[in-house]
């Protein structure tokens, strides 16, 4: 089955620089690859999403690339703001999963330091 | 849109008992739904799949008997925690995937907070 690996675990920033979280995956399969955002006590929310047939999406202040050769995508955040502080959560849908569940990495948590 | 509702958010219950969750899809409607489990500082890991009129598909290690699915209506599931011992004690959350071509968005609900004691 599909595995997903997501670093780092635990990422810290000052408020105005850029902040980065890698994950790879292991099915050559799969083909949607959602991010999300959590925060304490609260639902996952999605926040962008990219499919296999696109390699970059960008949306504001957050933006998504993906390399199907290497298996791996990352989530870019620019000009990052406290509120920004929470885990993040990578995911990828394996066709060949319960119809087709995601399966999430183990998630970052990005501080931003004002 | 697009939007999952849990009830309830918070639950006490004691040993032996049983305890049933909600979820709701609230403006669309979803063959498809999820049942995730999550302890503190952890990721979210997949129970079963849920869907609407036939039987639930369940993770490996996941005791079918003692988590009960039912998926009746395109917007509701339901997950019953039989027989709940301290160790079930966790945070649950449901997503909802829309019934729209070619759709793989994924939902959630805002989670139900079960504590055995």
């Known amino acids: 089955g599909e595995n997903v690996e997501q670093h780092p675990s635990t990422l810290s920033v000052q408020e105005g620089d850029s902040a980065v979280i890698k994950c790879t995956y292991s099915d050559s399969a799969s083909n949607y690859f959602p991010w999300y955002k959590q925060e304490l006590g609260k639902r996952p929310q999605l926040i962008i999403d990219i499919r296999s047939n696109v390699g970059e999406k960008k949306d504001q202040r957050i933006a998504v690339t993906l390399n199907k050769t290497a298996k791996h995508f990352s989530l870019h955040i620019t000009e990052t703001q406290p509120e920004d502080s929470a885990v993040y959560f990578c995911?990828?849908?394996?066709?060949?999963?319960?119809?087709?569940?995601?399966?999430f990495g183990k998630g970052t948590k990005l501080s931003v330091k004002p | 849109g697009a939007v999952v509702s849990q009830h309830p958010s918070r639950v006490i219950c004691k040993s032996g008992t049983s305890v049933k969750i909600e979820c709701r899809s609230l403006?669309?409607?979803?063959?498809?739904m999820f049942w995730y489990r999550q302890f503190p500082k952890q990721s979210l890991m997949l129970m079963a799949t849920s869907n609407e009129g036939s039987k639930a598909t369940y993770e490996q290690g996941v005791e079918k008997d003692k988590f009960l699915i039912n998926h009746a209506s395109l917007t509701l599931s339901t997950l019953t925690v039989t027989s709940a011992h301290p160790e079930d004690s966790s945070f649950y959350i449901c997503?909802?995937?829309?019934?729209?071509?070619?759709?793989?968005?994924?939902?959630f609900g805002p989670g139900t907070r079960l504590t055995v004691t």
């Open positions: 403006d669309f409607q979803a063959t498809t």
């Open positions: 997503s909802a995937r829309r019934d729209r071509d070619n759709s793989y968005e994924q939902y």
């Open positions: 995911a990828a849908r394996s066709p060949g999963g319960s119809q087709g569940n995601l399966i």
